[in-house]
């Protein structure tokens, strides 16, 4: 049987990346070169930043994904692409490259939504079964997204201020943490009480969408509070307390979407994907409810941004025959 190798190529964001995948479930390369560093000290991505460090690293990410994978350009069946949602900047030199690449070698070039992309990223661990549910929790997306079928997507929930990612990075300012915070809180909260009681917002309401702004505020506003009346407040309380919080609503709506749909499988992806406390309550609590779900999340290394899982969502997409031509353009806000 012949060998399917797709070369993708993912810069939505701060991360420039290339990798070669193999049949959607095999990562023969994934190169990712992180600019956070030098987004830190603005506290968040500067888009024109982020648009000159794709451009500089982009051709040698490249050059390093064909080498490691130990493949040449004639080996490859296609190159595939973020072509949304992210900032325009960044997205459009992922796209010229891609676009220069899939020309010069006569490939087709298959635009991918990175959504997509966080999703078909549980592949590398097992098979897609469907009907699934998938929860995709990132810095700029929470979503509940029921699939029927491959390249199939149904939002069934999203939120309706901030994203949960977006919550942990502007509750992080607030305790003076570095950018992107995440990561940094859930490992305070592993230490710390959940003794704060913030709110669980629209836990019990029986629709699918998500609020986060508002537990941002009582965040905010204790901390202020705190500070006025000269009270020290347990930063590792502060942590467990927002992130039980935020793992409470998440959990919750999720096992009720999968009860409601009649899934075969979770799949939990994006940037936060990796919370430890995420992670670890989800699984118990559907073992606990509904064992038959097989649940699912990404290795670690793949919850956050990279061109691997754009090489695997790809496959969807070829199946699909949904091949571009040179026309393609970024699409900032692209929805499932
Ligand atoms: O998917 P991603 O890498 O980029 C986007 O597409 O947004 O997600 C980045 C987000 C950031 O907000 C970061 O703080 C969050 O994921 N994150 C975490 C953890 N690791 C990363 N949030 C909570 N717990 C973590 N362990
Ligand atoms: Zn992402």
């Known amino acids: 049987k012949e060998r399917r190798l797709v070369l993708a190529i993912e810069s939505s964001c701060d991360e420039t990346s290339v990798a070669v995948v193999e049949d959607g479930n095999q990562i023969l390369s994934n190169i ?5 560093l030098s987004h830190q000290r603005f506290g968040g991505v500067v888009p024109e930043v982020a648009s000159r460090h794709h451009v ?5 990410c490249l050059e390093d994904a064909l080498k490691e994978a130990n493949v040449t350009v004639d080996e490859l069946s ?5 072509e949304g949602p992210g900032l325009v900047g960044a997205l459009l030199i992922g796209i010229s490259a891609a676009k220069a690449f899939a020309f010069a070698n006569n490939l087709p070039l298959i635009p991918v939504n990175h959504m997509a992309g966080h999703i078909y990223a549980a592949r590398f661990v097992e098979e897609m079964t469907f009907p699934l549910m998938a929860l995709l ?3 700029g997306h929470t979503e509940l997204v029921y699939m029927k079928a491959d390249g199939e997507f149904d939002i069934i929930g999203e939120t309706r201020d901030d994203a949960a990612g977006e919550a942990y990075d502007k509750v992080g300012r607030v305790l003076g943490l570095r950018y992107p915070s ?5 490992e305070m909260a592993h230490k710390g009480q959940d003794v704060y009681n913030f ?3 629209m836990i019990k309401e029986d629709h699918f969408d998500f609020s986060f702004s508002g537990l941002k505020s009582s965040f905010i506003n204790r901390v202020h509070n705190a500070e006025q009346k000269g009270e020290t407040l347990s930063t590792i309380d502060l942590a467990a ?4 919080s935020v793992v409470e609503v998440l959990v919750n709506k999720t096992v009720r979407a999968c009860q409601t749909y009649d899934v075969k499988q979770l799949i939990v992806a994006g940037g936060v994907a990796a919370n430890k406390g995420l992670r670890e309550t989800m699984t118990q609590t559907m073992k606990e409810t509904l064992p038959e779900v097989n649940v699912t999340f990404p290795p670690l290394k793949l919850c956050g941004d990279n061109a691997a899982m754009i090489g695997s969502a790809a496959f969807a997409a ?4 949904q091949v571009a031509d040179m026309t393609l353009n970024a699409i900032p806000s692209l929805v499932l």
Request: charged content about 15%.
């Open 32 to 36: 990712v070169a992180s600019q956070v």
């Open 56 to 60: 500089e690293q982009i051709i040698s």
């Open 78 to 82: 296609a190159v595939a692409v973020t």
């Open 137 to 139: 929790v990132s810095g």
């Open 182 to 186: 995440g990561k940094e809180i859930d």
């Open 199 to 201: 709110p669980r917002a």
């Open 241 to 244: 307390s927002f992130q039980a």
């Open 318 to 321: 070829i199946n699909q025959q």
